[in-house]
């Protein structure tokens, strides 16, 4: 019984042990590719980049780290029923393309972001949540960023920003957008977003 | 003998043949699990009651035309004119006045601690800080800046459903129970109508104090406006999502 004791106490340490140490696994690559892709778009090594290098600089940086296709594909949801393969790579392309312009240009001009991650939560079997704070130009924001367990390992499937979800608000646009519209219109759409020097850039709506 | 002979390369077969069912079983579960997670339903944070949806359609068109025609020259003029360090000033000034629909807001949700993080803060920037202009109160241990918080998050936190989502002319989006919130934040306003603190309080000024308030904290706005307009599919859907979930948020916290 005494033996049964230690070898149980012994296999849950073990187990808890490689789960703490995998968490911290998790959130040291989590941070890692935020600092990496920061880099990019701030250091001075990069500072003779135009906005496009930097937006393909810092897509190798996310994709070596995360599959930017899932967060894409949740992103889409049912919707991608509605579209042919040809259609279907097109738009996860082209969405790809657009989210990381968004991302590049939002930060371009500004002070470098600190960004500190805080607590893993993991919710139900297998996701997982990483809260973090980023301090720009002395407002603090809250970001949230979510995991899934999938066959390619954790990645990242939405990033909630002060409350609002990357995912949630592309969802529902890309629902709107095909209740009325084809997934050749949509295509139409990102590449007219994308045509676009700047984000800033006054855009037809 | 013969019919053992016979037998085992059949039973070979099926163990064979059982066993790649069961992998490929396995591999096509693997791949619906990863498929179906791509298919669920997002947070229902994400769905808006907009039964006025064409109505608010057109009033977005309406907005955008005047936000691009002129408020936006009129920022962009502002920001031109004025240096960084003026123009936060002058946003900090006008978040300084709104103390009063903060501290009210507080109280009403029974948030003692933020209405005496809002008052210390008001206290110091109000004196320290040059009636507001500058924030010293930033580096008081205590008083750090907290979520403002206003009659429409009151509303919420004593249950009051949001309402239809509405855009309205001139202030954007909104539902019906924030536009109750806007008129139960005009009426904590001690400079605003209907319980002004100020006697003789003409529209003239009152409108040049509001106006002036708007262009102050415009600059930020329209650069997230034009933001999320560069970057939307559908900037009305965009929107009107990201004001349910932020003031849900904001809500909930």
């Known amino acids: 019984m005494e033996s049964f004791s230690y070898k149980t106490f012994l296999v849950l340490g073990l187990l808890f042990w490689s789960s703490a140490s995998a968490q911290d696994a998790e959130k040291d690559k989590l941070q890692g590719m935020i600092d990496a892709t920061l880099d990019v778009i701030y250091s001075e090594t990069h500072a003779s980049l135009s906005a496009n290098e930097k937006q393909a600089e810092v897509r190798e940086k996310l994709e070596s780290s995360y599959d930017l296709d899932v967060m894409i594909r949740y992103a889409i949801g049912k919707n991608w029923r509605r579209m042919n393969t040809i259609e279907q790579l097109e738009v996860l392309e082209l969405v790809k393309k657009l989210v990381l312009k968004a991302y590049v240009i939002g930060l371009e001009g500004k002070d470098r972001p600190s960004v500190t991650l805080a607590e893993l939560t993991k919710i139900g079997k297998a996701r997982i949540e990483i809260e973090s ?73 | 003998m013969k019919t053992q002979k016979f037998k085992r390369p059949l039973a070979w077969a099926s163990l064979i043949g059982v066993l790649t069912v069961t992998t490929l079983t396995a591999q096509v579960r693997n791949l619906t699990e990863d498929e179906a997670f791509f298919y669920e339903e997002v947070d229902e944070s994400a769905d808006v009651y907009d039964p006025f949806e064409s109505v608010n359609r057109f009033t977005f068109v309406f907005n955008d035309f005047v936000f691009s025609n002129t408020v936006q020259p009129l920022v962009d003029v502002y920001t031109a004119i004025t240096p960084d360090p003026v ?58 800046p907290i979520k403002s918080e206003d009659v429409g998050q009151v509303f919420g936190a004593w249950g009051i459903g949001e309402g239809p989502y509405l855009v309205l002319p001139f202030l954007g989006p909104s539902n019906l129970r924030d536009l109750a919130g806007f008129f139960g934040d005009r009426a904590l306003n001690p400079l605003k109508e209907p319980f002004s603190a100020v006697d003789d309080w003409k529209w003239e000024r009152q409108l040049a104090l509001s106006g002036t308030g708007y262009i102050a904290r415009s600059p930020q706005i329209t650069k997230r406006y034009k933001q999320l307009k560069g970057s939307s599919i559908d900037p009305y859907s965009s929107l009107r999502n990201s004001y349910a979930q932020y003031r849900r948020g904001a809500v909930a916290e």
């Open chain 1, 133 to 205: 704070t980023m301090v720009l130009d002395d407002k603090t924001y809250c970001i949230l960023y979510r995991l899934r367990q999938m066959e390619s390992g954790w990645q990242i499937y939405d990033i909630v920003a002060e409350n609002v979800s990357v995912s949630s608000n592309y969802r529902g646009q890309i629902d709107d957008h095909f209740r009325k519209g084809s997934a050749a219109d949509l295509i139409a759409r990102l590449k007219g977003l994308l045509a676009k020097d700047e984000i800033n850039e006054d855009t037809k709506i």
């Open chain 2, 87 to 144: 123009e936060e000033g002058a946003s900090n000034f006008f978040h300084n006045l709104r103390y009063p629909v903060r501290l009210a807001s507080n109280l009403l949700q029974c948030r003692f601690k933020g209405a005496w993080v809002e008052t210390g803060r008001f206290a110091i920037n109000s004196t320290f800080g040059i009636v507001g202009i500058l924030t010293p109160a930033d580096d008081y241990e205590g008083f750090a």
